[in-house]
């Protein structure tokens, strides 16, 4: 654990009038209330927890970021990506720890650990921050507990050895050093008295919250009160008789009779009610609710439809609208969140890993996947045309940050074993002409993004990502059991290094149909090809994909074909027309475009496709994968880990490939299609 006693060596700063804590002087925790309708210069924690407890908005604001952060995965890498397998054995520690909880000292796993911090994050001038407990309460130790700690107890010293006090009323003060506690906050405060503290969102827009409460108070009020408040003017009632009907009616409405009426006589002019206040129509009283929630809102970075409300316009939400109120909320509040705890699971960690939320944005993965295509297909002409050198294009790729992986400047690209044309999916020719002589596209899809009224981006990917982990856990399996066999043919020629180049081309161009090896090798082929062929026609998603990609594929053909269609009968329309053979320029009403419809056959078919030129790709990519790796696949162990680990690597390859795989096989359906 970490050292709880007070260091006699803390040599803390101080300026004057500053509010920061000094060792054990907590000046920063227990100010003066100042009045409500001023922004406030400093409360205590309680106070500023009570607040954001009054105000509901404010709670699904946190809320919402909240469940954001345990929605999403989260990994833990190696700052340099080519120690990854070196790092392996901490990379899972460290991982299990914050999943499990922290060791022996708590239970709290990730999930409540979020929880716990981003609510002080969010409520806290201080923050966050959690003690962090290290083997053999060594400073450089390994990490065996985390504990978060109560936001309201601690307080900046200014010292930067020991950063972290917290004070518990009738206890001794705990001074932090730096290796045991990570801290986060918002907003760092730029006066000098307030140094070392933030500013977190219900300081920032301290008057919308106080707004939103003091119209809720008023709203609840003038539902409360009976009657409500006001004066009853009685006229030309005597002050005498006007007080006696008013005990008298608190006598009578006392009790539970039901027979109370109070009665009110013996005047000329009319009795009229006078109320303090007005009805919540006359005061606009929801637009103006909605007009702080707004502010509100934006405060914690977010836009209303992230807590669950919508537009206030007559029109409603909108797709485009909705997703635009989205990437506000991911570039602002979300985006602040994810870095924040970021920071705060690096503190953590050794300086060789890094933490990091595994976020999936369709559309930037998307335009990020087409500046790569782009950047590649411009730097291929400027290499031919000798502007500028293969070296440069790279070091200006690095720069432009189209790549997350650590790369080096500049490649020994002798070291490196390239892949032959056979794979085409992997080497030179995937943006070349097919051997059809068609040039394969670099998009999957309608292109066009929902936020500028289109239908969203490539169908089949997303199909295809639905069904993820199904693929992979069943592509693993296939691969596994074909390596058991594809694997002993390899170790058995790989060690003759004069003839196992050419063995490898001769290998690559039979499992694509360009020729026939030797019998032995081929029956290991057929082996490899039926084991994998097996499992994989067993698997639940390759029907689901199949019958899915059929349907988008028939509705993408029946939609260009009724454009076509429609364009055709017009023309004729208008030649029947200027012939006289008809008295109108539009086609007939009764003249339908004839829709195909997704048949079993189809399906059978897209399953067929899809799995004929799945599996030759899975065992080139394995082949490649089993010659590159250092250890020989034990082909009688089936409990080799080896063969395990190279078979979910392999999956993992093959999967990056499908989208390729499956633009394929749309353009053979549609060559179908167009044939009936």
């Given at each position: ?18 509010l ?8 920063g ?25 009054r ?16 929605s ?9 990506s ?24 708590t ?12 609510k ?18 060594s ?61 977190a ?66 005047h ?73 705890l ?68 500049t490649l ?101 149909g360009k ?30 994909v ?5 349907r ?33 320029l ?18 059978r ?7 004929g ?18 250890l ?27 989208p390729q ?12 299609l167009?044939?009936?």
């Amino acid at each position: 654990m970490a050292n709880k006693r007070t260091p006699k060596n803390v040599k803390v700063t101080k300026q004057p009038g500053q509010l920061s804590a000094t060792g054990g002087y907590l000046g920063g925790l227990d100010r003066t209330l100042v009045p409500l309708w001023n922004n406030p210069q400093w409360l205590t924690a309680d106070v500023w927890r009570g607040f954001v407890r009054r105000q509901a908005i404010a709670i699904l604001c946190r809320e919402a970021i909240t469940n954001y952060l345990i929605s999403l995965d989260w990994s833990i890498t190696a700052r340099d990506s080519t120690k990854a397998d070196e790092l392996k054995e901490d990379i899972d520690y460290y991982t299990r720890l914050l999943e499990r909880g922290n060791a022996y000292y708590t239970s709290m796993d990730f999930t409540s650990h979020i929880e716990w911090i981003v609510k002080d994050l969010f409520d806290l001038p201080f923050g966050a921050a959690a003690e962090i407990g290290r083997e053999y309460n060594s400073p450089n130790g390994k990490v065996v507990w985390i504990k978060p700690l109560d936001g309201g107890t601690l307080a900046p010293t200014l010292d930067f050895e020991w950063p972290v006090v917290q004070h518990f009323p009738n206890y001794q003060p705990v001074v932090f050093p730096k290796e045991f506690v990570t801290r986060i906050y918002l907003s760092p405060r730029t006066e000098i008295q307030r140094e070392g503290w933030g500013m977190a969102p219900p300081e920032r827009i301290f008057l919308a919250m106080e707004m939103l409460n003091r119209g809720d108070n008023y709203y609840a009020q003038l539902l409360l009160n009976t009657p409500e408040a006001g004066i009853l003017d009685l006229g030309d009632t005597d002050m005498t008789t006007a007080t006696e009907w008013v005990k008298s009616a608190k006598e009578e409405l006392f009790g539970i009779n039901p027979m109370k009426i109070p009665v009110l006589a013996e005047h000329t002019t009319t009795a009229k009610w006078i109320p303090f206040g007005k009805l919540p129509s006359e005061i606009l009283y929801d637009s103006v609710t909605q007009r702080y929630i707004t502010i509100l809102c934006a405060g914690y970075g977010l836009t209303p439809s992230d807590i669950g409300m919508g537009s206030s316009s007559s029109g409603g939400e909108t797709l485009s609208g909705t997703i635009r109120n989205e990437r506000v909320s991911a570039k602002s509040g979300k985006a602040l969140a994810k870095k924040k705890l970021q920071v705060y699971f690096e503190n953590i960690l050794p300086e060789t890993l890094q933490f990091g939320w595994i976020d999936f944005d369709d559309e930037k993965n998307v335009a990020m996947s087409r500046a790569r295509m782009a950047n590649a297909n411009a730097g291929n002409v400027w290499i031919q045309g000798q502007v500028f050198s293969p070296d440069e294009i790279r070091r200006q790729t690095i720069a432009d940050g189209l790549f997350t992986i650590t790369l080096p400047e500049t490649l020994d690209r002798k070291s490196i074993e390239w892949p032959t044309n056979a794979l085409r999916y992997i080497g030179n020719k995937s943006n070349a002409e097919s051997e059809t002589g068609k040039k394969g596209s670099n998009q999957i899809g309608e292109p066009k993004a929902p936020s500028s009224g289109g239908q969203g981006e490539v169908k089949p990917q997303q199909i295809i990502s639905r069904s993820r982990s199904a693929i992979e856990i069943s592509l693993t399996k296939a691969i596994y059991s074909g390596n058991q066999i594809l694997g002993g043919l390899i170790n058995s020629v790989r060690t003759d290094k004069n003839d196992f180049s050419a063995w490898e081309k001769r290998f690559e161009n039979s499992v694509v149909g360009k020729s026939y090896m030797d019998l032995v090798s081929e029956t290991v082929i057929d082996d490899s090809y039926n084991a994998m062929a097996e499992l994989l026609e067993k698997s639940n998603w390759l029907d689901t994909v199949s019958v899915e990609l059929a349907r988008v594929w028939v509705d993408e053909h029946n939609e260009r074909g009724e454009v076509v269609w429609n364009q055709t009968e017009v023309k004729k329309a208008e030649m029947d027309f200027i012939e006289g053979k008809s008295n109108d320029l539009l086609p007939s009403p009764d003249k339908v475009y004839p829709r195909k419809s997704v048949t079993n056959e189809l399906v059978r078919i897209v399953k067929q496709t899809l799995l004929g030129k799945l599996l030759p790709m899975t065992l080139l990519v394995s082949e490649k994968s089993i010659l590159s790796d250092k250890l020989e696949i034990d082909t009688t162990d089936r409990t080799d880990n080896n063969n395990i680990k190279l078979a979910r690597s392999v999956a993992e390859k093959v999967y990056g490939l499908l989208p390729q795989i499956v633009s394929e096989v749309g353009v053979e359906i549609e060559t179908i299609l167009g044939e009936k």
